[in-house]
Nanobody, 121 residues
Framework: QVQVVESGGGLVQVGGSLRLSCAAS????????MGWGRQAPGKERELIAS???????NYADSVKGRFTISRDNAKTTVFLQMNSLKPEDTAVYFC???????????????WGQGTQVTVSS
């Protein structure tokens, strides 16, 4: 089992910053890409940032230049630094971890429960 836990959400004013953290634990085999998605009320979940085991990053256009993803492989932790926040960034932010199932040896993706980010104008 892989457990994924996010932290760091909260209420922030427009233009402010927040730093989200995500820790993966449990039986993790073949840890690969880690990333973040978000879901606003009434909208589908959007993948916004990812980082591979070797540090290659990818961002959605909606956050590029404002958000930065990083990871600590030794601690299986991933971070999301969010700057210049806008009201449209308000959403529940979810962390995900891609690894390999120890039972099937197939890729698996585990998601956390999410953390609320609210940007007030």
């Amino acid at each position: 089992q892989v457990q994924v836990v996010e932290s760091g959400g909260g209420l922030v004013q427009v233009g402010g910053s927040l730093r989200l953290s995500c820790a993966a634990s449990g039986t993790i085999f073949g840890l690969n890409t880690m990333g973040w998605g978000r879901q606003a009320p009434g909208k589908e979940r959007e993948l916004i940032a990812s980082i591979t085991r070797t540090g290659d990053t990818n961002y959605a256009d909606s956050v590029k230049g404002r958000f930065t993803i990083s990871r600590d492989n030794a601690k299986t932790t991933v971070f999301l630094q969010m700057n210049s926040l806008k009201p449209e960034d308000t959403a529940v932010y979810f962390c995900y971890v891609q690894s390999t199932s120890t039972q099937t040896l197939l890729p698996r993706t585990d998601w956390g429960q999410g953390t609320q980010v609210t940007v007030s104008s």
